[in-house]
T-cell receptor
Framework: DTGVSQDPRHKITKRGQNVTFRCDPISEHNRLYWYRQTLGQGPEFLTYFQNEAQLEKSRLLSDRFSAERPKGSFSTLEIQRTEQGDSAMYLC??????????????FGSGTRLTVV | QKEVEQNSGPLSVPEGAIASLNCTYSDRGSQSFFWYRQYSGKSPELIMSIYSNGDKEDGRFTAQLNKASQYVSLLIRDSQPSDSATYLCAVKRDTNAGKSTFGDGTTLTVKP
């Protein structure tokens, strides 16, 4: 139990299809992040929410990617018209509470996307 | 040039030795620095954070920060085979909000 639940764990899709991933923090956290990680690389920032507001979006993120956090709790990441280059692990993270004295992240288990 | 640079390794040390992992960053405005451990096929796990110049110790782990040299390191004392993983360095401009930027990690192997 990492404190962040991601669904699905694995997704195989055909090129051109749309996919949606979900991230559910177990408890209330106002800051939620999406990252993407490919083999041999570190996590790459995609976007970040504070409550419902999407405060930052990577300029590397194409218009095919969209994310929402409608009620400030769970979040969804949608990729339209998937391409093989979208194959990666998609990680959701919450910022740890200030009273833990850490300001780093707790990551979910991730969703591994394979585009065939 | 990447914003956060790490030697990819692999770094191999014998069990019981000290493993030394290094990280440099380019953004002089960085305020918070983190080390994450990532086992193969798993997501990253926060193990250390540091904000001030100097050393910070937590059990077998010591993080070292030198902002003037834009350098962060992680020392693992009495390395164990269970420490074998990829170690990711991450930096953040804002201590509270905003994104972290990650390096590509150093793979550590601890041989029994």
């Amino acid at each position: 139990d990492t404190g962040v639940s991601q669904d699905p764990r694995h997704k195989i899709t055909k090129r051109g299809q749309n996919v949606t991933f979900r991230c559910d923090p177990i408890s209330e956290h106002n800051r939620l992040y999406w990252y993407r990680q490919t083999l041999g690389q570190g996590p790459e920032f995609l976007t970040y929410f504070q409550n419902e507001a999407q405060l930052e979006k990577s300029r590397l993120l194409s218009d095919r990617f969209s994310a929402e956090r409608p009620k400030g709790s769970f979040s969804t990441l949608e990729i339209q018209r998937t391409e093989q280059g979208d194959s990666a692990m998609y990680l959701c993270a919450i910022q740890n509470s200030p009273d833990r004295a850490f300001y780093g992240y707790t990551f979910g288990s991730g969703t591994r996307l394979t585009v065939v | 040039q990447k914003e956060v640079e790490q030697n990819s390794g692999p770094l191999s040390v014998p069990e019981g030795a000290i493993a030394s992992l290094n990280c440099t960053y380019s953004d002089r405005g960085s305020q918070s620095f983190f080390w994450y451990r990532q086992y193969s096929g798993k997501s990253p796990e926060l193990i250390m954070s540091i904000y001030s110049n100097g050393d910070k110790e937590d059990g077998r782990f010591t993080a070292q920060l030198n902002k003037a040299s834009q350098y962060v390191s992680l020392l693992i004392r009495d390395s164990q085979p269970s420490d074998s993983a990829t170690y990711l360095c991450a930096v953040k401009r804002d201590t509270n909000a905003g994104k972290s930027t990650f390096g590509d990690g150093t793979t550590l192997t601890v041989k029994p």
